[in-house]
């Protein structure tokens, strides 16, 4: 029923009328029995901003920890101030630990195989390698861009999400430095 009919008491008791003395519930239920339904749309919701947040809201604790990341432009409850291109895992999984006691959450310690699967799922296009880093062989997370990070995740999500930062210009990006962490 359109707008035109906001408000007109007269229309809305015909039609109380109609359906529930003149029959019109079993006409109505008789239409939507016979109503042609294509099986497959039943079952595929709409892609909606709502969806996208009640995917949002029902994250996992890591996926969660990599969403605020993507979100503020760095690593919650790390060291660094910016977007790193390449990260020790064991400085990963201390930030997440971090990030998870300062919000009072007591959970299992994640594998480092877990840890990394999930990332892989979050951001396929980040890699982990093996660098030799003060004489000793360390695994390092190959930490995609920014940008790239946040289409992966909008990829997994499978929808848009409000980014609260904004992502340098490549001139901006030319005078920064690029940081890597190892400690």
């Known amino acids: 029923i359109g707008k035109s009919r906001q408000r007109d008491i007269a229309f809305f008791q015909n039609m109380r009328i109609n359906m529930d003395e003149l029959g019109g519930n079993g006409v109505l239920l008789h239409f939507l029995q016979c109503y042609p339904v294509d099986e497959m749309l039943v079952r595929t919701p709409p892609n909606t901003e709502g969806l996208v947040e009640q995917k949002i809201e029902s994250l996992k604790l890591l996926e969660t920890y990599w969403l605020e990341s ?3 432009g760095r690593f919650e409850c790390s060291s660094l101030e910016e977007w790193p291109t390449e990260m020790e895992k064991s ?44 004489g000793k062989r360390h695994w390092v997370y190959k930490i995609p861009s920014l940008e790239r990070a946040r289409k992966d995740f909008e990829k997994f999500i499978g929808g848009k999400v409000g980014w609260e930062t904004e992502i340098q210009s490549g001139e901006d990006l030319l005078d920064t430095t690029r940081e890597s962490i190892f400690s």
């Open 91 to 134: 400085v990963f999984k201390d930030s997440f630990a971090q990030y998870c006691k300062t919000r009072n959450i007591r959970s299992w310690v994640l594998s480092d195989a877990h840890i990394g699967k999930v990332l892989k799922q979050l951001a396929p296009s980040l890699d982990s390698i093996r660098l030799r880093i003060d």
């Open 70 to 72: 993507l979100k503020s």
